[in-house]
C-alpha cells in the first residue's frame, strides 16, 4: 500500500491559544510544584490514571476498589476486571520504558494492557469490525484488517515527520488511531496511552497527568468529538459540532477537546501540588532543608536539627515527611532497624 499518510486538520486560532495556555501552566507546575519530586502524588495520579481509563471502557470498580487491587487487597468484584486492572497498571509502569514511535513498543504494551482478556493480545486484529453507536446503529466501519498494519506504520511515519506543536500533533493521532481500529479490543485505553507516551516523552510531567480523569467527566464529548466528522460513536449531538467543518479540518474538533481536556489537567494538579506542598508542617519544611539525596541516620538529623528527642525527630519531623512521599527508608521493611537511614526522594 503505497500513499502518504495525511491527517485532515487545520490550525485555529482556538487551538493555538489552548497551546500556550498548557505551556504556561506547565512551566509553573515544573518549576512551582516539582510534581516530579512528590511520590505521593504521582502514585495518586497512577492510579487515576488507570481508574478513569478502564472505567471509560465499561469498567465498574470505584478508585478505592482500584487502589485496593493494585496494593494486593482482595476485591469483590468481576474477575475479569480486576484483570483489567491488574494489566493497565502493569502496562503503565511500561510508560517512561518504551520508545512510543516503536509499533514494537505499542503492540508490547497492548499485549500487556489485554492479556488474557483478548485471544489476540498484542497482536493487529484480522477481523472486521464495526463500532456501533448508544441506539444500536453502525457508526464507524473501521479499515479491513489487510490494511491496519500499512495504514498503522504510514501513520507513525507521519507523526515523526510531521512539523506542528507536539500537544496538537499527539491529539491528531489519537485521533487517527480510533480511525484504524487496529486491534479487535482495547483501542480506547489504547489511543489514550499513546498519546500520554508521546507526550511523556516531550515532557516527563505527563507521564503523571491523569488526563483520562478529565475524559471520563467528560465521557460523552470524547466520544461526540470523535463521531463529530464520523469516526467513532455517533451520540445525536452532532450540532454541537458544526463550527468543527467550518474550520475544514477531519480531526479538529478532537484537537480541542484533549487540548482542554490537557488544559484542565495540569489545572487540576497545579492546585493539588500546590495544596501538598501547604500542606507540609514547619518542622517538615525544616526537615527538608537539611535532609540529602545521600543517606542520613536519625543521629545525624537530629544534629543537623539540633533536637535532642529522638521521639520528638520521628513523630514530628520523619513520620510526616514519610507520609508525604518525601523522603524514604534505606530499609523500609524493617523501619525500626537500628541501622535504619532515611534520604530525600
Known amino acids: 500500500m503505497e500513499f502518504e499518510y495525511k491527517p485532515e486538520y487545520t490550525l485555529t486560532p482556538e487551538m493555538l491559544d489552548l497551546v500556550v495556555e498548557i505551556t504556561k501552566h506547565l512551566t509553573k507546575l515544573d518549576h512551582v510544584s516539582n510534581l516530579l519530586k512528590q511520590p505521593q502524588l504521582r502514585r495518586i495520579n497512577r492510579l487515576r490514571t488507570i481508574h478513569s481509563s478502564c472505567a471509560i471502557e465499561g469498567n465498574t470498580l470505584t478508585l478505592e476498589q482500584v487502589t485496593a487491587v493494585i496494593n494486593g487487597k482482595t476485591v469483590l468484584a468481576p474477575q475479569n476486571e480486576i484483570l483489567e486492572?491488574?494489566?493497565?497498571?502493569?502496562?503503565?509502569?511500561?510508560?517512561e520504558e518504551i520508545n512510543p514511535f516503536e509499533i514494537k513498543d505499542m503492540l508490547k504494551v497492548h499485549g500487556v494492557m489485554m492479556k488474557d482478556l483478548v485471544h489476540e493480545?498484542?497482536?493487529?486484529?484480522?477481523?472486521?469490525?464495526?463500532?456501533?453507536?448508544?441506539?444500536?446503529?453502525?457508526?464507524?466501519?473501521a479499515p479491513p484488517p489487510g490494511n491496519v498494519a500499512p495504514l498503522t506504520y504510514k501513520l507513525y511515519d507521519w507523526v515523526k515527520t510531521e512539523k506542528v506543536n507536539e500537544l496538537i500533533k499527539y491529539s491528531i493521532f489519537h485521533y487517527e488511531f480510533e480511525f484504524i481500529h487496529p486491534f479487535n479490543d482495547g483501542n480506547g485505553r489504547m489511543g489514550r496511552f499513546m498519546q500520554s507516551a508521546?507526550?511523556?516523552?516531550?515532557?516527563?510531567?505527563?507521564?503523571?497527568?491523569?488526563?483520562?480523569?478529565?475524559?471520563?467527566?467528560?465521557?460523552q464529548q470524547y466520544y461526540d468529538a470523535l463521531a463529530a466528522q464520523g469516526s467513532v460513536h455517533s451520540t445525536g449531538s452532532y450540532k454541537a459540532f458544526q463550527d468543527c467543518y467550518a474550520d475544514g479540518g477531519k480531526s479538529n474538533c478532537f484537537i480541542v477537546y484533549?487540548?482542554?481536556?490537557?488544559?484542565?489537567?495540569?489545572?487540576?494538579?497545579?492546585?493539588?501540588?500546590?495544596?501538598?506542598?501547604?500542606?507540609?508542617?514547619?518542622?517538615?519544611?525544616?526537615?527538608?532543608?537539611?535532609?540529602?539525596?545521600?543517606?542520613?541516620?536519625?543521629?545525624?538529623?537530629?544534629?543537623?536539627?539540633?533536637?535532642?528527642?529522638?521521639?520528638s525527630l520521628k513523630k514530628n519531623y520523619l513520620d510526616p515527611a514519610l507520609k508525604?512521599?518525601?523522603?524514604?527508608?534505606?530499609?523500609?521493611?524493617?523501619?525500626?532497624?537500628?541501622?535504619?537511614k532515611y534520604f530525600r526522594i
Do not use: C
Not at 497482536?123 to 464507524?140: L, M, P, W
Not at 497545579?270 to 542520613?296: D, F, R, Y
Not at 530499609?331 to 541501622?339: A, L, M, Q, R, Y
Open 85 to 95: 486492572i491488574k494489566n493497565a497498571f502493569e502496562a503503565y509502569k511500561l510508560l
Open 121 to 141: 493480545a498484542g497482536r493487529f486484529r484480522t477481523h472486521n469490525v464495526g463500532i456501533y453507536n448508544n441506539k444500536g446503529e453502525i457508526a464507524h466501519v
Open 198 to 219: 508521546f507526550l511523556s516523552k516531550w515532557n516527563p510531567l505527563f507521564a503523571y497527568l491523569p488526563v483520562e480523569t478529565i475524559i471520563k467527566e467528560r465521557q
Open 324 to 340: 508525604l512521599g518525601l523522603i524514604t527508608m534505606t530499609d523500609p521493611d524493617k523501619p525500626t532497624s537500628n541501622k535504619q
Open 258 to 311: 484533549m487540548l482542554t481536556a490537557i488544559l484542565d489537567s495540569v489545572k487540576n494538579i497545579h492546585n493539588e501540588s500546590g495544596n501538598l506542598i501547604k500542606s507540609q508542617t514547619a518542622q517538615v519544611q525544616k526537615l527538608m532543608e537539611v535532609m540529602l539525596h545521600t543517606p542520613l541516620s536519625a543521629k545525624e538529623i537530629a544534629d543537623r536539627l539540633n533536637i535532642k528527642s529522638m521521639a
